[in-house]
């Protein structure tokens, strides 16, 4: 299925990564690599740019729809239908301090395999590198069988009347996905850098 193109999230935030805490991000880029297969577990980016607010949300496909392979049945296109439009609903997902004042301008979410969500936030050199990569082994996986591994992908953009007031986010998708027991939220705020991990039992997360 052909995905929407996705806004990407504000290049801030890399900025903050490289040039506030250089040492953040090398641990932030093996986090999201041990990860990335893990069923169970998703990924929350957080970035706050004087009133604007933008997010991004990684959930493996398992843990949304129950499966990972390509939709071809019925039955799993409107699966991932269902899921997506669950997913275009920020009030599902999270909720915001009420004095925050922060209101959705834009929300968009996709089911695609994973290496094709990083690519779109590598440079040039790097995914032609990966390409020549995956290249390089694709009889391999081809003869292997390899799973096919979907992953579920969401931005929001939002806007807040008040972004001195947005101190916590609390995660509602867990009471729509049972099977993710662990969120990984990297938060980048004008108060520095929050790295936790939200749970069912603790969905809350303080900047």
């Known amino acids: 299925m052909s995905s929407p193109a996705p806004f990407l999230i504000a290049p801030f935030l890399a900025a903050s990564l490289i040039v506030a805490l250089p040492l953040a991000a090398p641990a932030s880029a093996e986090t999201r690599e041990a990860k990335a297969h893990v069923h169970g577990a998703g990924q929350f980016t957080i970035a706050l740019d004087g009133n604007v607010l933008e997010m991004e949300l990684e959930i493996p496909g398992a843990d949304i729809v129950g499966f990972e392979h390509e939709a071809k049945s019925d039955a799993d296109k409107a699966a991932i239908k269902a899921a997506i439009a669950l997913l275009q609903n920020p009030g599902k997902m999270f909720t915001l301090p009420a004095a925050a004042g922060c209101k959705p301008v834009k929300a968009d979410a996709h089911a695609g395999g ?94």
Not at 169 to 198: R, Y
């Open 114 to 207: 994973e290496d094709e969500h990083e690519a779109e936030h590598e440079d040039e050199h790097k995914a032609e590198q990966k390409d020549e990569h995956k290249a390089e082994h694709k009889d391999e996986h081809d003869h292997e069988g390899e799973a096919h591994h979907m992953a579920f992908h969401a931005q929001y953009n939002l806007t807040c009347a008040k972004p001195e007031a947005l101190s916590s986010i609390k995660l509602n998708l867990f009471a729509n996905f049972p099977s993710l027991k662990e969120v990984a939220v990297l938060a980048v705020t004008a108060k520095g850098q929050v790295k936790a991990e939200a749970t069912p039992q603790q969905p809350e997360i303080g900047f």
